[in-house]
């Protein structure tokens, strides 16, 4: 089975200031990992994944994250955030068996 | 298209009703997967169907839960009798065969409030 730890719960960040979420998982075996975002009121939506090659992945906008397999961490950056970048952002596992373990989230205030 | 549709976006009812969440997926999808989500738990898997048919219930969390895809548009979550620890947001998501691992669209939720 799969787990995820999101690090951080809360994230406060000023406008324009680069931001950095971090998630560690455990798996047995290969997995796949995903980073969605939860702006108010709203469902899910993905950001970016990695399903194998290249360890950085990058994703809408301006987000990427980076897989480290030693580190069992994937771990999501953006340069420069904008106010409408206020959201919950959560980091995801699955196996090949298409169930998605979702870690408790960030929640990421970009203030101006 | 329109996306995933839920119905309805709130409900509040009493302990001990039945309540009926409903799914409409993206036209095409044959995956169908049911989460929850509470402050407690956050998100929790708890049922997924492939064609119509349930393949994975092991999240629904009891008998007073159930869930059926009776066509490819069309899915129910039923709680009964509901009791006040099921408050939570119910999201439905749907997929596709071949991109079910990296694209699962979610619906808006339906939040779901027992007194």
């Known amino acids: 089975a799969q787990s995820v730890t999101q690090l951080d719960s809360q994230v406060p960040v000023f406008e324009e200031a680069p931001v950095e979420l971090r998630c560690n998982y455990s798996?047995?075996?290969?997995?796949?990992l995903f980073w969605y975002v939860q702006y108010p009121n709203q469902g899910l939506q993905l950001l970016l994944k990695?399903?194998?090659?290249?360890?950085l992945v990058k994703g809408i906008n301006g987000f990427e994250a980076e897989f480290n397999k030693s580190q069992t961490s994937f771990h999501l950056r953006k340069p420069s955030v904008h106010i409408s970048d206020t959201a919950e952002y959560f980091c995801a596992v699955s196996g090949r068996d298409y169930k998605l373990s979702f870690g408790a989230g960030t929640t990421v205030t970009v203030r101006a | 298209d329109a996306g995933v549709i839920q119905s309805p976006r709130h409900e509040v009812t009493e302990m001990g009703q039945e309540v009926t969440l409903r799914c409409k997926p993206i036209s095409g999808h044959d995956y169908l997967f049911w989460y929850r989500q509470t402050m407690m738990r956050g998100l929790e898997l708890l049922i997924y169907f492939n064609n119509n048919v349930p393949i994975d219930d092991s999240g629904m969390p009891e008998d007073r839960f159930s869930a059926k895809m009776p066509n490819a548009s069309f899915s129910t979550l039923k709680i009964q009798p509901s009791e006040p620890r099921d408050s939570a947001v119910y999201f439905c998501?749907?997929?596709?065969?071949?991109?079910?691992?990296?694209?699962?669209?979610f619906g808006p939720g339906t939040r779901l409030t027992v007194t």
């Open positions: 798996s047995s075996v290969s997995v796949y």
């Open positions: 998501a749907s997929s596709l065969s071949g991109r079910v691992l990296y694209e699962q669209y």
């Open positions: 990695y399903l194998s090659g290249s360890t």
